[in-house]
């Protein structure tokens, strides 16, 4: 399964600066759908209320899934790769 790779950067409320990764299926170019990933994983995290757009999450590039990132996109439809400040 090839999947696109989302770098995504927001600032977290106590202003430290979260780095993570979407990934989703290659053929997934819907922003909204790709950053309502993001928001879900923020929330997920207790960070509601971060902006999240194109500013902050953009295509990087696209790989081969690992079982891991296939598992978690056949059942939720994205994988987060946590990076830095998650």
């Given at each position: 399964m090839k999947v696109s790779v989302y770098d995504t950067y927001v600032r977290r409320s106590d202003g430290k600066?979260?780095?993570f990764?979407?990934?989703v299926?290659?053929?997934q170019k819907d922003a909204s759908v790709i950053h309502g990933y993001?928001?879900?994983y923020l929330n997920s995290k207790g960070?509601?209320?971060v902006v999240l757009g194109t500013r902050e999450c953009r295509f990087c590039?696209?790989?081969q899934a690992t079982p891991p990132v296939v598992k978690?996109?056949?059942e939720r439809g994205y994988?987060?790769?946590e990076m830095e400040n998650c």
């Open positions: 600066l979260m780095h990764d979407i990934l299926l290659e053929a993001g928001l879900e960070h509601e209320g590039h696209v790989e978690s996109i056949e994988f987060i790769l």
